[in-house]
């Protein structure tokens, strides 16, 4: 059946009367407002030349404030009520003071930008208040009413309650505020890298049927250095900079390959094999260095962030310095087992080398000892200060003529031995000659006390104990410096005879 249309003539659009009952059911805040006095300035502002309402307004912020104040409430909807918490129009009239209080006037020039082009619509997002003091963020939503398109004597505006909302994105913008500022300021050096390249060089290499990727590494060691050229340095903090001594972000990358090489491969290496075997989480000592040249020792904590394991396209590394710590264990390995007047090795060590080379033994082994002449005399003549020069000048000689695989070291108070494993008696002889040549160069570089040492070697026989040698070859070095203090004259105090 065909629905025939009663209507007798064209519908006239809904009056204001009409659309009363609309207005106070609507589940949105509605406010009817009269803005009929901002079209009048808006017209005499454009009479004195308002050609730009921004700029214009901008210039002169009491003009948006009159704006403001020549608004008129004419009715709000009992959803306004509720949201503001007011009994009734009239409360809410009187204290909108309470409801826009605080800077509202940046939103009304928005405004009044907009419909002063000629739009008949406007939106703004506006902070107020209810009567009892809460915060609302609103989104407005402004329209002129049918009718009004001249005089804005009627315009209808939606308020939005986007609290919620903006509570959300305020509260994500502090953590992530809060989150920069723990990057930023962290007391280790931190890294965001993205690793996806290097991802895809290890799936390359799977892909052609490798199954022992650390012996692939072993033959292939230029693959390491192609994977270090592929890390890409997304981001870095201020104590990233400072320890690297970098001044900004952009040196830092155009030198990274000063700071990523020599010492850094064997523990990437093993951080490349970490990462093939599933590893995402790694932790190990590591060494880079600044842009100045100082190698710096690090303790990595390697992380590929949530969300990215499947391309590794952000990874978080942390380094925390123990350059200090490495330097203090490395200085006190030094002296365990060196002499610290001398600076070369110790009692303790040449002992334990003399072990290790009497559990080894394969092959010949000579010993010089060697005692240095008339330290006790000079020692009571001008002190122990002038005594430890000439034992540093003893040690400069010893550390210039044995190089490894011999050992030198100061074994007792003025008495030296150098290990010579492999060496002939011969050898041996050589260097005590080598010796006494420099002795005589030292002397012509420090004028005054002379540097003198009586020296004794020998060459293992078969079967021979090493400590039997080294007495063989002290009770030679005895010998000689007997017959020294016979030739000059003097007693082992350096007193004459």
């Known amino acids: 059946m065909k629905r025939e249309s009663t209507t007798t003539g064209p519908v006239s659009p809904p009056t204001e009367a009409d659309l009363l009952p609309l207005f106070a059911l609507a589940p949105v805040p509605l406010w009817l407002e009269d803005w009929s006095g901002i079209r009048k300035l808006v017209d005499r502002w454009r009479e004195e030349g308002m050609d730009d309402p921004r700029a214009f307004l901008e210039a002169d912020k009491s003009r948006v404030q009159a704006s403001a104040e020549a608004i008129r409430i004419l009715e709000v909807n009992p959803a306004t009520l509720r949201l503001f918490g007011a009994r009734d129009t009239a409360e809410l009239v009187s204290r909108l003071g309470d409801v826009f209080q605080g800077a509202m006037l940046d939103n009304h020039l ?9 739009a008949s619509e406007f939106t703004s997002y506006a902070v107020n208040h209810t009567l009892s003091g809460k915060r609302l ?35 994500l913008a502090e953590s992530e505020a ?8 962290s007391p280790v050096s931190l890294w965001v890298e993205d690793f996806s390249e290097i991802r895809a060089l290890l799936e390359d290499v799977r892909a052609t049927g490798v199954a022992d990727f650390r012996t692939f590494l072993d033959v292939h060691p230029e693959f390491i250095s192609r994977c270090i050229s592929e890390i890409r340095v997304v981001s870095v903090n201020r104590q990233t900079l400072d320890i690297f001594h970098a001044a900004s972000f952009e040196e830092l990358l155009l030198k990274l390959g000063d700071v990523f090489r020599d010492r850094m491969v064997l523990p990437f290496k093993e951080q490349l094999i970490d990462l093939w075997n599933g590893k995402l989480f790694q932790s190990r000592e590591v060494v880079n260095y600044s842009l100045d040249g100082e190698e710096l020792h690090f303790v990595l904590q390697f992380s590929v962030l949530p969300g990215h394991e499947h391309d590794w396209s952000l990874v978080q590394i942390a380094l925390t310095d123990i350059t200090a710590r490495k330097k203090a264990e490395a200085y006190l390995e030094y002296l365990g087992k060196h002499d610290v007047l001398t600076k070369l090795y110790n009692r303790s060590f040449f002992n334990d080398e003399m072990n ?5 033994r394969m092959e010949t082994v000579s010993v010089l000892v060697a005692d240095l002449n008339g330290l006790k005399a000079l020692n009571d003549q001008l002190g122990h200060a002038a005594g430890d020069t000439l034992l540093r000048r003893a040690g400069e000689v010893l550390d210039e003529a044995v190089n490894a695989p011999f050992t030198a070291a100061r074994i007792g108070g003025d008495e030296f031995a150098v290990l010579m494993p492999g060496a002939s008696l011969a050898q041996a002889e050589a260097l005590k000659a080598c010796i006494d040549e420099l002795c005589e160069v030292n002397n012509q570089f420090y004028p005054g006390n002379s540097l003198s040492l009586a020296m004794g070697v020998a060459c293992a026989g078969p079967g021979e104990r090493l400590e039997d040698l080294v007495r063989r070859a002290d009770l030679l070095m005895y010998e000689v410096k007997r017959r020294f203090y016979e030739t000059t004259g003097q007693d082992r105090r350096g007193a004459a005879r």
């Open 110 to 118: 928005e405004e009044i930008v907009q419909i002063s082009g000629g």
């Open 137 to 171: 963020d609103i989104q407005l939503k402004g329209r002129i009413l049918p009718g009004s398109e001249d005089s804005w004597s009627r315009v209808l505006v939606a308020t939005e309650d986007v609290t919620t909302r903006e509570n959300a994105r305020r509260s």
């Open 178 to 185: 809060y989150v920069a500022a723990l990057f930023e300021n």
């Open 356 to 360: 290790r080379i009497e559990r080894r």
